[in-house]
C-alpha cells in the first residue's frame, strides 16, 4: 500500500521558516517524480513546484520562483522531499499536500494535477 505522508507544519510568525517533509513508502520512490501543491483558505490548490530524479529537474511555481523563498530537495535514501519555506508571509497560509507521480512526463503531470498517489497534507499557519 503507497503512503506519501506530511509533517513539519504548524503555527508560525511572519519572516520565520518551516521545512516541511514528505515521506513515502510501498513505491519504488527514485521512479517517482514528487511535487508539492497547497490550498490556502477559500482558494484552489495551487502548485508549489516539483521535482524529478535527475540533477536540475526542480521547478518551481513562477511566482514563488521569482521570490526565491522556497527550496524543494529530494533525499533518496530516505524516500522523502523537503520543502524549505523561509521568510514567511500570511498568504502563505494553507494546508500543503505532497503527491507522487511515475517520472515519464512528469512536469506536465504536475501542472495537470495528475499525481498518482497524495497524502493528506500539513497544515501551515503564518500569523503574528
Known amino acids: 500500500q503507497v503512503q506519501l505522508v506530511e509533517s513539519g507544519g504548524g503555527l508560525v510568525q511572519p519572516g520565520e521558516s518551516l521545512r516541511l517533509s514528505c515521506t513515502a513508502s510501498?513505491?519504488?520512490?527514485?521512479?517517482?517524480?514528487i511535487a508539492w501543491y497547497r490550498r490556502a483558505p477559500g482558494k484552489e490548490r495551487e502548485g508549489v513546484g516539483c521535482?524529478?530524479?535527475?540533477?536540475?529537474?526542480?521547478?518551481?511555481a513562477r511566482s514563488l520562483e521569482l521570490e526565491g523563498r522556497f527550496t524543494i530537495s529530494r533525499d533518496n535514501a530516505k524516500n522523502t522531499v523537503y520543502l524549505q519555506m523561509n521568510s514567511l508571509k500570511p498568504e502563505d497560509t494553507g494546508v500543503y499536500y505532497c503527491?507522487?507521480?511515475?517520472?515519464?512526463?512528469?512536469?506536465?503531470?504536475?501542472?495537470?494535477?495528475?499525481?498518482?498517489?497524495w497524502g493528506k497534507g500539513t497544515r501551515v499557519n503564518v500569523s503574528s
Open positions: 503527491g507522487a507521480v511515475e517520472h515519464l512526463g512528469y512536469l506536465a503531470k504536475y501542472y495537470d494535477f495528475s499525481m498518482d498517489y
Open positions: 510501498g513505491l519504488s520512490f527514485g521512479d517517482y517524480a
Open positions: 521535482v524529478g530524479n535527475a540533477p536540475h529537474s526542480t521547478y518551481y
